[in-house]
T-cell receptor, first 114, second 114 residues
Framework: AQSVTQPDIHITVSEGASLELRCNYS??????LFWYVQSPGQGLQLLLK??????LVQGIKGFEAEFKRSQSSFNLRKPSVHWSDAAEYFC????????????FGSGTRLLVRP | DVKVTQSSRYLVKRTGEKVFLECVQD?????MFWYRQDPGLGLRLIYF???????EKGDIPEGYSVSREKKERFSLILESASTNQTSMYLC?????????????FGPGTRLTVT
């Protein structure tokens, strides 16, 4: 069965520091992978997605993610974190059937120190 | 811009009440989804619909039902609300084209059952 693991429940970084949020997936075929962000009190917003091709994907707000098939990972990175990046981040994998469902990880809450 | 709206941001209901959560999207999306979000569990799919009057159970359908009478509207129904259904409920929609999994989310409804 497909699954997504985000091993870090909380991460705290200082403003201006680099960030990496981990995501591992379990899926038999080539996955469709996503990162979403949820600001407090808001719905989810798509940061970036990987379907095929270049394994380094650029997203909005200066985020990028790298697909590594050998490690079954899709880690999210940002070179310099801003205070406004404090939010919860969800990794998701697309289920390749007629439902087009997404399987979400449990989320990582990012706290930013001033 | 895609817009997914949910009828209430906050809702307080009593145990045993019948509860309706409404979701409307304005992008002519075929697929619509209802998730519940709980701390540490991420998003779990309750029900989804890929066409008018069509519905499919997700991972946690017990205690819920849905209705989709019009393409743009997808309702989640709690037949007899219980305290363990206190949660954040998120609606999402997407196109039903091959390989398209990007889901657009509403702001969520925080339901408290007392």
């Amino acid at each position: 069965a497909q699954s997504v693991t985000q091993p870090d429940i909380h991460i705290t970084v200082s403003e201006g520091a680099s960030l990496e949020l981990r995501c591992n997936y379990s899926y038999g075929a080539t996955p469709y992978l996503f990162w979403y962000v949820q600001s407090p009190g808001q719905g989810l917003q798509l940061l970036l997605k990987y379907f095929s091709g270049d394994t380094l994907v650029q997203g909005i707000k200066g985020f990028e993610a790298e697909f590594k098939r050998s490690q079954s990972s899709f880690n999210l990175r940002k070179p310099s974190v801003h205070w406004s990046d404090a939010a919860e981040y969800f990794c998701a994998v697309g289920v390749e059937d007629s439902s087009y469902k997404l399987i979400f990880g449990s989320g990582t809450r990012l706290l930013v120190r001033p | 811009d895609v817009k997914v709206t949910q009828s209430s941001r906050y809702l307080v209901k009593r145990t045993g009440e019948k509860v309706f959560l409404e979701c409307v999207q304005d992008m002519d999306h075929e697929n619509m989804f209802w998730y519940r979000q709980d701390p540490g569990l991420g998003l779990r799919l309750i029900y989804f619909s890929y066409d008018v009057k069509m519905k499919e159970k997700g991972d946690i359908p017990e205690g819920y039902s849905v209705s989709r009478e019009k393409k743009e509207r997808f309702s989640l129904i709690l037949e007899s609300a219980s305290t363990n259904q206190t949660s954040m409920y998120l609606c999402a929609s997407s196109f039903r084209e091959t390989g398209v999994y990007e889901q657009y989310f509403g702001p969520g409804t925080r339901l408290t059952v007392t």
